[in-house]
């Protein structure tokens, strides 16, 4: 059975950092790409950032470049969300999920498998 378990998540002041994990098991965890998608109350999981199998490859949304950081450690089944100058907008459930391919996608609807969600809250 396949799971994600994201952790990290919490209550944060604005321009404060926070890292965020996702730890799978059930898989062979280096066949899969990786991604995270937050959401907010009343709107759709949208696309933060993605992760190649070998770790190499990365995407961003726009407005978490330089600011946000994907990486992976295929030895700990792993992925990580290193997430600085955080602001209020940031606030949102965080999802990571999985991705039976060695490309990443920017697409909710490609990954085969999701995590519970870590809420993270930012304040003023």
């Known amino acids: 059975q396949v799971q994600l378990v994201e952790s990290g998540g919490g209550l944060v002041q604005a321009g404060g950092p926070l890292r965020l994990s996702c730890a799978a098991s059930g898989l062979t965890f280096s066949n899969y790409a990786l991604g995270w998608f937050p959401q907010v109350p009343g709107k759709e999981r949208e696309f933060l950032a993605s992760?190649?199998?070998?770790?190499?490859?990365?995407n961003y949304r726009d407005s978490v470049k330089g600011r946000f950081t994907i990486s992976r450690d295929n030895a700990k089944n792993t992925v990580y969300l290193q997430m600085n100058s955080l602001n209020l907008e940031d606030t949102a459930v965080y999802y990571c999920?999985?991705?039976?391919?060695?490309?990443?996608?920017?697409?909710?609807?490609?990954?085969?498998?999701w995590g519970q969600g870590t809420q993270v809250t930012v304040s003023s």
């Open positions: 999920a999985a991705r039976l391919a060695f490309r990443p996608s920017s697409s909710s609807s490609s990954y085969d498998y």
């Open positions: 992760i190649d199998w070998s770790g190499t490859r990365t």
